[in-house]
């Protein structure tokens, strides 16, 4: 196995919209580079980089996948991620450890919400981006159009570096803007081009593309510009230079053009990676949360960088890593700083799709794959244990909504915690939490599909079927009114009797108090050792609420009067009392429902906005503003959880796929009583109507 160095090592991470053919691409150049000896296809299910049974079904990206072609004696690190919004913090997540991003773009449908969404994950990384216009061979396929419309929402700085021969089912080769040549292919041959003379139908458009390359390059350099207002032109070698520091600085996003799906143009694009993109040395450091920045070179301590676990039902939890600096060998023991531990790094491998290949070494800026660790997980920073170091965690959104999990026997509900806690460790935008109000345990996600995906993954791979349902919603219950209540606890029987007498205030209190006690007993009414009874006995009864079984928050109690008896009075008379003080005063302080509302914020294309603000208002949402970002509409909303259970659905069928969402607790408030009497009817019938004074 070949061991490469950091200036021959290229990490590219493939991002772009779900559908405009990035496993598609990686495909074509693991075949084109000789991996594999044809073209593999993602609706034949046998692609390198969608190998998990879950994208196999589906027929779409679940997670981000790595593999690596040779090309020229360079390594080129493909980081397949997906596309899809519910998938898309995987995207985010495996960015880190890219040196460069690929944005797969579909000549058909241009640039949609996550492939902006993902080129942002990029931007906020400072690593270059440069963009492969894709699926040219279809029908209504528009070069320029695609190009126009990156410069507008991606940045003005895209630029043609290549231009098609042909488009639709005439598209057959590209030209080289940059060096003035042309190749034609053979759809869905090897992926070797045929260099040919420009057509002559095209010599004009090219050219005119050609100026403006030499234009954007000139304008990124004051020295190139003055040459080139001089000369009125550029040599090939001041134009590779200028466009080569334009790119990596982030000045320049180069647009080149191809087929992945039929293998035409892809041998260009990895010549142009080769030639181009930066080598992790060009990038210089990596940033550490304390400030400093690490330089990518052997000669630096050990330190690496944990992007992604996965759990695989043979080799146990998969670990992938970026080697920051220092050079790493099979079999080392390493520090993991984040978890003050030690780890073995047997078996030290590359990743190809699902394949883990042996490797003596790896050098400083390379990615690479170990399994069974014991204790490493995605984030962790590891190093030389004489060097200290700790890279900034990856920050991904909490999750969108959530649904009640349950095990449909009691051998799932054994195996449930572990295998959950196993897909946790693959994938960070989930949580797994039991909800205290309701009792319920929630898996919280970024849609419905998403969870979906994770409960097949629980049948098939951990042998754990689990239902889902929408969960409780966690409403309370308050009052709006003051009320006077005495509350006498009294009972005789053979022997000792039980008396606890209380006089109580209530009042209401602003949202979000919860509960206040107020003692204002005088001249000892009632003993203080049994105060505290009092207290417990109403936190007690509010914990069961009064109209519909929810808990009663917000109010104020004031014990300010009572009686007791010498040998009959006793804690237990005086919770009991304070239980009967609660539940009369509740009587008279005009009880309410309350329920939960949440911020909503929606991003989806402007020509859905109506329709998405028409819809929040249906369902009991206030507009809270409007913001315009690139093509996008942003609207912020509050809505009340109970209309939002299904939103994550509804949003994918308004928008075509196309919008994404984010919600989190706001406040309570009162619920409309038309809606709230259905709540308390139905909790009624749900607890057979019985009487829950339990005196």
């Not at 990676?273 to 052997?298: F, H, M, N, Q, Y």
């Not at 992604?308 to 050079?327: E, H, I, Q």
């Not at 014991?374 to 170091?389: M, Q, V, Y």
Request: aromatic share 8%.
């Amino acid at each position: 196995m070949t061991v490469y160095q950091s200036k021959d090592i290229r990490n590219i991470g493939v991002i772009g919209h779900g559908d405009h053919g990035k496993t598609s691409l990686v495909a074509a150049m693991l075949h084109t580079a000789g991996v594999t000896n044809r073209l593999l296809r993602v609706d034949e299910g046998n692609t390198v980089t969608d190998f998990d049974e879950e994208e196999v079904s589906r027929k779409v990206s679940v997670s981000s996948a790595l593999a690596h072609v040779d090309w020229k004696g360079v390594k080129i690190n493909l980081i397949d991620t997906p596309g899809y919004n519910i998938f898309i913090n995987d995207a985010k997540a495996a960015l880190i450890a890219a040196d460069c991003a690929l944005t797969v773009v579909d000549a058909v449908a241009g640039v949609e919400v996550q492939t902006e969404k993902v080129w942002g994950y990029a931007a906020d990384y400072g690593i270059p981006r440069l963009v492969f216009v894709n699926k040219l061979a279809r029908e209504r396929a528009d070069f320029v159009g695609a190009v126009e419309q990156v410069q507008d929402v991606l940045g003005s700085g895209a630029v043609a570096v290549q231009w098609p021969i042909g488009l639709e089912k005439s598209f057959r080769g590209i030209i080289d803007l940059i060096s003035k040549k042309a190749w034609e292919y053979t759809p869905d041959g090897d992926g070797k081009g045929r260099e040919i003379p420009i057509p002559a139908e095209l010599e004009a458009e090219v050219e005119e593309a050609r100026e403006a390359l030499l234009e954007a390059v000139a304008e990124t350099d004051e020295t190139l510009l003055n040459a080139y207002l001089e000369e009125m032109t550029l040599t090939d070698e001041q134009l590779m230079d200028g466009l080569r520091r334009a790119f990596a600085a982030g000045d320049l996003f180069p647009v080149l053009c191809g087929g992945g799906l039929h293998n035409i143009g892809v041998d260009r694009l990895m010549d142009f990676l080769v030639e181009e993109a930066p080598s992790p040395v060009v990038r210089g450091g990596v940033a550490t949360t304390g400030g400093s920045v690490r330089k990518i070179a052997d000669d630096e301590p050990l330190a690496l960088y944990v992007f992604k676990t996965a759990a695989d039902p043979f080799a146990g939890r998969v670990t992938y890593f970026r080697l920051v600096s220092g050079v790493l060998h099979t079999d080392e023991v390493v520090q993991n700083f984040t978890r003050s531990t030690s780890e073995k790094f047997a078996r030290l491998s590359i990743p190809q799709g699902k394949e883990m290949q042996q490797v003596p070494e790896l050098h400083a800026g390379d990615i690479g794959v170990v399994a069974k660790l014991h204790e490493t997980l995605t984030g962790d920073s590891l190093g030389a244990k004489d060097s200290p170091i700790e890279f900034p965690k990856v920050e991904i959104p909490p999750p969108a909504i959530s649904f009640a999990i349950e095990p449909k026997t009691r051998q799932d509900e054994d195996r449930l915690s572990a295998a959950v806690h196993k897909v946790l460790e693959e994938d960070l935008s989930l949580s797994f939490y039991r909800d205290e109000r309701t009792g319920e345990f929630l898996l919280g996600g970024n849609g419905q599909q998403h969870l979906d995906v994770v409960v097949s993954k629980l049948a098939k791979r951990y042998n754990c079927e689990v239902s889902l349902k929408a969960p409780k919603i966690p409403y309370r219950e308050t009052i709006r009114g003051h009320a006077d209540a005495h509350g006498r606890h009294k009972k005789q029987t053979g022997g000792h009797g039980q008396f606890g007498d209380c006089k109580i205030r209530m009042d209401p209190l602003e949202r979000g108090a919860d509960f206040e006690f107020s003692d204002e007993i005088f001249g000892g009414a009632i003993p203080k050792t049994y105060i505290p009874a009092v207290e417990k006995g109403i936190r007690e009864a509010a914990e069961h609420g009064y109209l519909a079984g929810y808990p009663v928050v917000d109010f104020k109690v004031t014990l300010y009067d009572g009686a007791f008896h010498d040998v009959d009075s006793s804690e237990l008379a005086f919770k009991l009392a304070g239980r009967k003080a609660f539940r009369l005063g509740m009587e008279q302080a005009k009880p309410a429902l309350l329920e939960p509302l949440m911020n909503v914020e929606v991003v989806a294309p402007m020509d859905f906005a109506g329709d998405l603000m028409g819809d929040l208002n249906q369902r009991r949402g206030r507009i809270q503003g409007m913001e315009t970002k690139g093509q996008n509409q942003v609207i912020k909303a509050e809505a009340p959880m109970s209309e939002m259970l299904t939103y994550a659905n509804d949003l994918t069928s308004m928008t075509q796929g196309r919008g994404s969402f984010s919600m989190e607790f706001s406040h309570y408030d009162y619920m409309p009583q038309q809606m709230a009497e259905k709540v308390i009817e139905a909790a009624r019938r749900e607890r057979g109507d019985a009487d829950v004074d339990d005196e």
